[in-house]
T-cell receptor, first 115, second 116 residues
Framework: KNQVEQSPQSLIILEGKNCTLQ??????????LRWYKQDTGRGPVSLTI?????NTKSNGRYTATLDADTKQSSLHITASQLSDSASYIC??????????????FGKGTHLIIQP | DVKVTQSSRYLVKRTGEKVFLECVQD?????MFWYRQDPGLGLRLIYF???????EKGDIPEGYSVSREKKERFSLILESASTNQTSMYLC???????????????FGQGTRLTVV
């Protein structure tokens, strides 16, 4: 059964600090992995996408890594800001068209940035 | 810019009522989906549709039905609302590109439904 596990479940850090969120998956055959940011009361918005051949991808202060051998991904946030407070969801797509029916969602990491 | 719009942000309904949640996308996407999101459970797929008048059950279809009469619109129907259907409902859409490596699902802003 395809699964995506995220850790930690929740995290509180001070503004300006860095943090790393983890995602382990057992989805096969692997197509891509996305990190979504979901603000409270809003729908998720894609931050990055990683395909099989990519190891690292950055989007501003967000850097995602992918190790396809160990089936692990991380999302590193640098110099955190109050607006980074949100849930971060790891979503892995199986290679059967890429549509959302082939998606497996993690339960998310709830990040709180304190001033 | 892709836009997925859900008709209501917040909704309060009584037990036994018939509830319609509407979703419209403006990018001519073939795929549309309904999820519900609950604390500790993440997003769970209720129904999805690959084309007009086509629908497929997701992981938790019980108590729900859907309608897709037009490509841009996908409706979720609760035939007889119950308190355990209180949840955040998210609609999403994506292009149908078989074998594509980077198809993205775009989400609406969500509807928080409370059944009392």
């Amino acid at each position: 059964k395809n699964q995506v596990e995220q850790s930690p479940q929740s995290l509180i850090i001070l503004e300006g600090k860095n943090c790393t969120l983890q995602c382990n998956y057992t989805v096969s055959p692997f197509s891509n992995l996305r990190w979504y940011k979901q603000d409270t009361g809003r729908g998720p918005v894609s931050l990055t996408i990683m395909t099989f051949s990519e190891n690292t991808k950055s989007n501003g202060r967000y850097t995602a890594t992918l190790d396809a051998d160990t089936k692990q991904s991380s999302l590193h946030i640098t110099a955190s800001q109050l607006s980074d407070s949100a849930s971060y969801i790891c979503v892995v797509s199986a290679l059967r068209g890429g549509g959302a029916d082939g998606l497996t969602f993690g339960k998310g990491t709830h990040l709180i940035i304190q001033p | 810019d892709v836009k997925v719009t859900q008709s209501s942000r917040y909704l309060v309904k009584r037990t036994g009522e018939k509830v319609f949640l509407e979703c419209v996308q403006d990018m001519d996407h073939e795929n549309m989906f309904w999820y519900r999101q609950d604390p500790g459970l993440g997003l769970r797929l209720i129904y999805f549709s690959y084309d007009v008048k086509m629908k497929e059950k997701g992981d938790i279809p019980e108590g729900y039905s859907v309608s897709r009469e037009k490509k841009e619109r996908f409706s979720l129907i609760l035939e007889s609302a119950s308190t355990n259907q209180t949840s955040m409902y998210l609609c999403a859409s994506s292009l149908e590109e078989s074998g594509a490596m980077n198809t993205e699902a775009f989400f609406g802003q969500g509807t928080r439904l409370t059944v009392v």
